[in-house]
């Protein structure tokens, strides 16, 4: 498929070419405003409300949403010189229905010009760079806008955001929560979307920490329509006038254009069309009084789109480019096109569309063929010309085909979303009996696949199955599969990889090993070692690591996924594992053995794996580690950057480990009601156990036996073994027993797991000073008090009261500091009912919901870090963390102190560090 593959570059040029369009923007703007704004004080007001606000330090989202022509981009144009009256930096755009074929083309104008550009062109360069890393994107765009916003507030405004491009859409959902210490107001205006537009998804991923203001235009009311046309006319319309203006039906720019004989009333004219038909009428008239090389002008350039070039327009015509001046004249003359130098332009695209749909339909496919072909052959790429091509084309139009599968692979790294139209579309015109439509049925998957969306990925799913059961051949069968199969695995979907990884008989030698690998991997049983297929042998040694892993084998498992991951770079081909997904396997092994530092010194701050993708995954590894390190407070907050990074890349394939995660903290918390709220057969099972249930403790240890996914059994084992001991089920202490003999004997050189397994056989010998000391050596803290706790519980039951209250005295104190909230009161009670002397027991504290006290260690090191100037990017430098996770916790801190900007922080911390007043 390599051959397939288009210009990287040209989505590079594609952008400044976007960014030109600045100039014709304004123009356009101009020439629609014509006059002050008319019928719209009570929609300017409460946007103006919501920037005062910004200056006030609380960042604002404010939304504009109308028909076509409603008056939002004169609205628009009106916010934005209010706000630069207030003492913002104002940076505008809009975005247009040909943005798709360029990534961030839809926000880039408003980023790079403007009277003071937020970036400059060395920045803006350094984002084309990350154009196939979204997340990375908008991580360093936020940090300029940080840096912008230091200076003063910032107004970014995007008109006609239903036509942003996804790689725009998914920058505008990220920096409203990324940037909510800065003061910025963002204002989209929108057309309604049927099911929702990228408006609505900007906005439900800046709720609630934003203030969003809904603004639905509504139709001028007569008083107003009145108003715009004396602005015109230069005094008060006639009656006859003001009758005629009733059918604009209180639209202004209707208004504008009956007034300037571009709309006539129609009788069925209801303004529910496309385009209205009155306007359609007026449209036609105005150009067929036009000179035939005026028409023939518009009707090319309609065809072209919304803005075009004057010179592609005269070689489609075959005329030279200096015989158009006349008739674009004439045009501009007669109030249908724009022109600032870069490019021409209609003044609306309601006009573009009149002048389109006038057209015949056989002129209209004609023009689209024609301007394809002229795309292709001035090498503006096959993105280009991929939409006109889509207008025209028929099933079995194998051209048609060829431009849209080149079109697609062109586009995949940056406009995914756009890459897998393109390759649907090819699909869906290539005749069933065409020897080609195998092979790009192998293209739609790949590209699905290919685009990382989570998604995307079930929709890959659902057409491989499709395809699987039409007529494919057996090499083509073995490339599907394989194309499944290593997110699969990355995502512990066992059972479906064993399904999908079924023998494919005739296909090559190299795909069928790799499938056998994959079968061997899913089934955990030793896979034939083969040095014939370098894929292959990769998956042979981590099939061997799996079962090293469902053995529970530690060193083992960690040697071989680290020799899978050194053999597996620079590998690619169908199923060639993820680098970046054996590392993350390598690093939990690393700290099952104990070597926590280690594990995390190998995540860092997570951009080493060079994939913005894995962030959710990275963020659950971290929670994991500081889990299993028995740092509640930790756990906590990085449970939480994976929520929320698996709702802003719309990736929720590890949902449900972060959700267990989510279970098991809230039970070290005591907070049951919030466990309960996860349905998965441990979390049910330590539930049980801790409500008290004599079968919860069985429960606990039958899945430990039966999961072998979850990376801490030792504490569970442990936890329920200590619970089935003090209500007498000697069984179950066995089974855990057993269990945790067969873990020390795999890892005998790991002291939480021979610490572990000394502890509960000490539950029947009463010697647990082995167990104490060899847990001194563990970094597993939990581990460590719960040691505590048991020798000290039997002491105080036996001879050595005064030795037993000081090791339940250190476990209090150890379960309190890490966060363990029930641990610490279960504690707190045998130390009570021992009879211990304190000067004054009280239950253990919760956590306050506000205030500085409700603040986590981490949350209070970046709130000093931010009130103390750092930016979201250096905190996470001084953090070693990443800006991302900066700024789940920024978020937690504002929200939790109730403050909206970082200088209400800077004062509030000022004030909690000054001495009190004598």
């Not at 059972?495 to 061997?520: H, M, S, T, V």
């Amino acid at each position: 498929m390599s051959d397939l593959g288009g210009d990287r570059g040209l989505h590079t040029r594609h952008a400044h070419l976007k960014v030109g369009r600045v100039a014709v923007e304004r123009a356009r703007v101009a020439a629609l405003r014509g006059g002050p704004l008319r019928g719209r004080s009570a929609e300017l007001g409460a946007a103006l409300e919501a920037l005062r606000a910004v200056r006030c330090g609380q960042p604002a989202l404010v939304v504009l949403r109308g028909e076509p022509g409603i008056g939002k981009t004169a609205l628009v144009r009106s916010i934005v010189e209010q706000a630069g009256r207030l003492g913002f930096r104002t940076a505008e755009t809009a975005a247009h229905e040909e943005d798709r074929l360029a990534p961030l083309a839809s926000i880039g104008p408003a980023l790079r010009f403007g009277a003071t550009p937020l970036i400059d062109s060395t920045e803006f360069m350094d984002l084309a760079d990350l154009h196939e890393q979204p997340l990375w994107l908008a991580e360093r765009l936020a940090t300029l806008l940080e840096l912008r916003a230091d200076d003063g507030p910032i107004l970014f405004a995007v008109d006609d955001a239903q036509w942003c491009e996804p790689l725009s859409t998914f920058t505008l959902r990220v920096l409203p929560k990324r940037l909510i210490a800065a003061p910025i107001a963002w204002v989209l205006a929108t057309r309604e979307v049927p099911g929702g537009g990228p408006a609505e998804l900007i906005v439900d991923a800046a709720r609630p920490e934003l203030s969003v203001t809904w603004l639905d235009l509504p139709a001028l009311t007569d008083d107003a329509v009145l108003a715009v046309a004396a602005d015109r006319l230069g005094a008060r319309p006639e009656p006859a006038v003001a009758r005629r203006l009733a059918s604009a039906h209180g639209n202004p720019f209707l208004v504008v254009q009956l007034l300037e004989g571009l709309f006539e009333p129609a009788a069925d004219d209801t303004g529910a069309a496309t385009v209205p038909i009155g306007l359609l009428d007026g449209v036609r008239r105005r150009v067929a009084a036009s000179s035939q090389r005026c028409r023939e002008l518009l009707r090319t350039a309609s065809v072209l789109g919304s803005e075009f070039q004057l010179t592609d327009v005269a070689e489609l015509l075959s005329v030279p480019a200096t015989r158009l001046t006349e008739p674009l004249m004439e045009a501009i003359n007669a109030g249908l096109l724009t022109d600032e130098g870069s490019a021409v332009r209609f003044r609306h695209d309601l006009l573009r569309q009149a002048v389109y749909e006038d057209v015949p339909p056989s002129g209209r496919h004609a023009l689209h063929r024609a301007i394809a072909e002229h795309l292709l052959a001035r090498g503006r790429g096959y993105a280009a010309a991929a939409p006109h091509v889509l207008v025209t084309a028929r099933r079995g139009d194998s051209t048609a085909v060829d431009v849209l599968r080149r079109a697609a692979h062109e586009v995949l790294d940056a406009m995914p979303t756009t890459s897998v139209t393109f390759i649907r579309e090819a699909f869906a015109l290539t005749d069933a009996s065409d020897p080609l439509c195998g092979e790009i049925g192998v293209e739609v998957v790949s590209i699905l696949v290919a685009s990382r969306q989570y998604r995307k990925f079930a929709e890959a799913t659902q057409f491989a199955d499709a395809l699987l059961a039409a007529s494919l051949s057996a090499e083509q069968r073995a490339r599907v599969q394989l194309l499944l199969l290593p997110r699969l695995w990355s995502t512990n979907q066992h059972a479906e990889l064993l399904d999908r990884a079924a023998a494919a008989p005739g296909a090559p030698a190299d795909l069928a090993a790799r499938l056998a690998g994959y079968r061997a991997l899913a089934a955990v049983e030793p896979a034939e070692m083969t040095d014939a297929d370098p894929i292959a042998a990769v998956l042979s040694t981590m099939a061997a690591a799996e079962a090293a892993r469902q053995q529970r084998d530690y060193a083992r498992t960690h040697e071989l996924f680290a020799s899978a991951r050194a053999a597996a770079q620079g590998l690619t081909g169908y199923g060639a594992p993820d680098v970046g997904q054996l590392a993350l396997r390598e690093l939990l092994a690393l700290a099952q053995l104990d070597d926590f530092d280690g594990a995390l010194a190998g995540l860092g701050d997570g951009n080493r794996f060079g994939d913005s993708w894995q962030a959710p995954q990275l963020a659950l590894l971290r929670a994991q580690l500081a889990y299993g390190a028995g740092r509640v407070e930790e756990a906590d907050e990085a449970t939480a950057t994976a929520t929320a990074l698996m709702a802003e890349l719309f990736d929720y394939a590890f949902e449900p480990p972060v959700r267990l995660l989510t279970a098991l903290l809230a039970l070290l918390r005591g907070d049951n009601a919030q466990a309960r709220t996860v349905d998965q057969p441990l979390a049910r099972a330590l539930l049980a156990d801790a409500d008290g249930d004599p079968c919860g403790a069985a429960e606990i240890v039958a899945v430990v036996r039966d999961d072998r996914d979850f990376p801490w059994p030792e504490e569970l084992l442990v936890g329920a073994a200590c619970s089935a001991h003090h209500r007498g089920d000697v069984d179950t202490v066995r089974g855990a027993a057993d269990l945790l003999a067969e873990l020390a004997e795999h890892n005998p050189n790991v002291p939480s797991v021979t610490g572990a397994h000394l502890l509960v056989d000490a539950l029947s010998t009463g010697d647990f000073e082995p167990a104490v000391v060899r847990l001194r050596k563990s970094p597993r803290l939990m581990l460590r008090a719960r040691a505590d706790e048991e020798y000290g519980r039997s002491l105080v039951d036996a001879s050595g009261r005064r030795i037993g209250l000081d090791a339940l005295d250190a476990a209090h104190d150890r379960y309190a500091e890490l966060g363990a909230t029930a641990a610490a009161t279960r504690v707190q009670r045998l130390l009570q009912s021992a009879g211990a002397r304190r000067r004054r027991w009280a239950p253990i504290p919760q956590r306050p919901e506000h205030g500085w006290d409700a603040l986590t260690q981490m949350e209070r090191r970046v709130a000093l870090l931010i009130a103390d100037g750092h930016t979201n990017r250096s905190a996470a430098g001084e953090l070693g963390l990443s800006p991302s996770t900066i700024s789940t916790h920024l978020r937690a801190v504002f929200s939790k102190l109730d403050v909206h900007s970082r200088v209400q922080l800077a004062n509030l911390v000022l004030r909690k560090n000054d001495p009190p007043a004598r």
